[in-house]
């Protein structure tokens, strides 16, 4: 059973940085897509970023050039570095994973990720 577990969220001020972890289980990560998504108070779940097997990155508009998503198949860990936070930023972001389609990027749907981990908080201060 895939088990993914996030770290790394905070209070930090606009114009902060944070980097979140997520340490995965139970999959042969190497062979999976990872990616981060986030929903804030009231909003629907939105992707952020993924990486494919093969180190292709992918981002939303809203955080390109900001953050930089990045994984460490020894330490079966993504990492999401988030730079020049702002308030629009705040949430609660999720780490999530598939390999159905062989580790390739299948596009930033919800529904194209099967697994999730239960979320760590981002709140940035004004």
């Known amino acids: 059973q895939v088990q993914l577990v996030e770290s790394g969220g905070g209070l930090v001020q606009a114009g902060g940085s944070l980097r979140l972890s997520c340490a995965a289980s139970g999959l042969t990560f190497s062979r999976y897509v990872m990616g981060w998504f986030r929903q804030a108070p009231g909003k629907e779940r939105e992707f952020v970023s993924a990486?494919?097997?093969?180190?292709?990155?992918y981002y939303a508009n809203s955080v390109k050039g900001r953050f930089t998503i990045s994984r460490d198949n020894a330490k079966n860990t993504v990492y999401l570095q988030m730079n020049s936070l702002n308030v629009e930023d705040t949430a609660v972001y999720y780490c999530a994973a598939d390999g159905r389609n062989g580790g390739l990027y299948s596009g930033s749907q919800a529904w194209n990720f099967a697994s999730w981990g239960q979320g760590t908080q981002v709140t940035v201060s004004s």
């Open positions: 990486m494919s097997r093969s180190g292709s990155t």
